[in-house]
Nanobody
Protein backbone atom coordinates (compact mmCIF):
# COMPACT_ATOMS: atom_id res chain seq x y z
CA UNK A 1 0.00 0.00 0.00
CA UNK A 2 1.38 3.39 -1.00
CA UNK A 3 1.30 6.13 1.61
CA UNK A 4 1.78 9.80 0.84
CA UNK A 5 2.30 12.59 3.35
CA UNK A 6 2.51 16.26 2.42
CA UNK A 7 4.38 18.85 4.46
CA UNK A 8 5.52 22.44 4.18
CA UNK A 9 2.20 24.21 3.99
CA UNK A 10 1.44 27.38 5.92
CA UNK A 11 0.48 31.03 5.88
CA UNK A 12 2.51 33.35 3.67
CA UNK A 13 2.16 36.83 2.22
CA UNK A 14 1.59 37.66 -1.45
CA UNK A 15 4.83 37.45 -3.37
CA UNK A 16 6.39 34.97 -0.97
CA UNK A 17 7.68 31.49 -1.78
CA UNK A 18 6.86 28.14 -0.22
CA UNK A 19 8.10 24.62 -0.86
CA UNK A 20 5.85 21.62 -0.35
CA UNK A 21 7.19 18.11 0.12
CA UNK A 22 5.48 14.78 -0.42
CA UNK A 23 7.12 11.78 1.21
CA UNK A 24 6.11 8.45 -0.32
CA UNK A 25 6.40 5.03 1.30
CA UNK A 26 5.44 1.56 0.19
CA UNK A 27 6.28 -0.35 -3.01
CA UNK A 28 8.98 0.85 -5.35
CA UNK A 29 8.03 3.96 -7.30
CA UNK A 30 10.38 3.67 -10.22
CA UNK A 31 7.54 3.35 -12.72
CA UNK A 32 5.16 5.79 -11.08
CA UNK A 33 4.11 9.30 -11.91
CA UNK A 34 3.47 11.79 -9.11
CA UNK A 35 1.18 14.76 -9.22
CA UNK A 36 0.24 17.83 -7.23
CA UNK A 37 -3.36 18.99 -7.16
CA UNK A 38 -5.08 21.77 -5.24
CA UNK A 39 -8.57 22.58 -4.11
CA UNK A 40 -9.57 26.11 -3.23
CA UNK A 41 -12.63 26.83 -1.06
CA UNK A 42 -15.81 26.31 -3.06
CA UNK A 43 -13.96 25.04 -6.12
CA UNK A 44 -13.21 21.68 -7.64
CA UNK A 45 -9.82 20.09 -7.22
CA UNK A 46 -7.50 20.99 -10.08
CA UNK A 47 -4.25 19.68 -11.51
CA UNK A 48 -1.11 21.68 -10.71
CA UNK A 49 1.92 19.70 -11.87
CA UNK A 50 3.24 16.18 -12.35
CA UNK A 51 6.56 14.38 -12.61
CA UNK A 52 7.57 10.90 -13.69
CA UNK A 53 9.99 9.14 -11.35
CA UNK A 54 11.81 7.25 -14.06
CA UNK A 55 13.00 10.11 -16.23
CA UNK A 56 12.02 13.22 -14.26
CA UNK A 57 9.81 14.48 -17.08
CA UNK A 58 7.49 17.17 -15.78
CA UNK A 59 4.31 18.94 -16.81
CA UNK A 60 2.80 22.09 -15.30
CA UNK A 61 -0.66 23.57 -15.51
CA UNK A 62 -0.83 26.87 -17.39
CA UNK A 63 -2.04 28.62 -14.25
CA UNK A 64 1.25 27.98 -12.45
CA UNK A 65 3.70 27.75 -15.34
CA UNK A 66 6.75 29.87 -14.65
CA UNK A 67 5.95 30.20 -10.93
CA UNK A 68 5.74 26.63 -9.64
CA UNK A 69 8.31 23.88 -10.17
CA UNK A 70 7.83 20.20 -9.46
CA UNK A 71 10.84 18.00 -8.80
CA UNK A 72 11.65 14.60 -7.39
CA UNK A 73 14.37 13.02 -5.31
CA UNK A 74 14.30 9.31 -6.08
CA UNK A 75 16.74 8.44 -3.32
CA UNK A 76 14.43 10.00 -0.75
CA UNK A 77 11.14 8.93 -2.40
CA UNK A 78 10.09 12.55 -2.12
CA UNK A 79 8.43 14.92 -4.54
CA UNK A 80 8.59 18.68 -4.13
CA UNK A 81 6.56 21.63 -5.30
CA UNK A 82 8.47 24.91 -5.23
CA UNK A 83 5.97 27.76 -5.34
CA UNK A 84 7.16 31.30 -6.07
CA UNK A 85 5.38 34.64 -6.46
CA UNK A 86 2.38 33.36 -4.57
CA UNK A 87 -0.92 35.20 -4.83
CA UNK A 88 -4.14 34.92 -2.81
CA UNK A 89 -5.56 32.90 -5.71
CA UNK A 90 -3.07 30.16 -4.84
CA UNK A 91 -4.75 29.63 -1.48
CA UNK A 92 -5.91 26.02 -1.37
CA UNK A 93 -5.37 22.61 0.10
CA UNK A 94 -2.56 21.01 -1.88
CA UNK A 95 -2.65 17.26 -2.45
CA UNK A 96 0.06 14.88 -3.54
CA UNK A 97 -1.03 11.90 -5.64
CA UNK A 98 0.61 8.81 -7.11
CA UNK A 99 -0.20 7.13 -10.37
CA UNK A 100 1.06 3.55 -10.41
CA UNK A 101 0.98 3.00 -14.16
CA UNK A 102 1.84 4.89 -17.27
CA UNK A 103 3.05 8.39 -17.83
CA UNK A 104 2.06 11.78 -16.54
CA UNK A 105 -1.69 12.36 -16.42
CA UNK A 106 -3.89 15.36 -15.68
CA UNK A 107 -7.29 13.93 -14.67
CA UNK A 108 -7.38 13.15 -10.99
CA UNK A 109 -9.23 9.90 -11.68
CA UNK A 110 -5.98 8.57 -13.18
CA UNK A 111 -4.25 8.71 -9.80
CA UNK A 112 -4.44 5.78 -7.42
CA UNK A 113 -3.21 7.11 -4.08
CA UNK A 114 -3.62 10.44 -2.36
CA UNK A 115 -2.12 12.23 0.60
CA UNK A 116 -4.29 13.96 3.22
CA UNK A 117 -3.38 17.42 1.90
CA UNK A 118 -1.53 20.49 3.13
CA UNK A 119 -3.11 23.91 3.60
CA UNK A 120 -1.49 26.85 1.84
CA UNK A 121 -2.88 30.27 2.65
CA UNK A 122 -1.65 33.40 0.90
CA UNK A 123 -2.84 36.53 2.63
CA UNK A 124 -1.58 39.92 3.70
Amino acid sequence: QVQLVESGGGLVQPGDSLKLSCAASGPTFSSYAMGWFRQAPGKEREFVAAVRWRNSNTYDADSVKGRFTISSDNAKNTVYLQMNSLTPEDTAVYYCAARTTGAIAIPERRYDFWGPGAQVTVSS
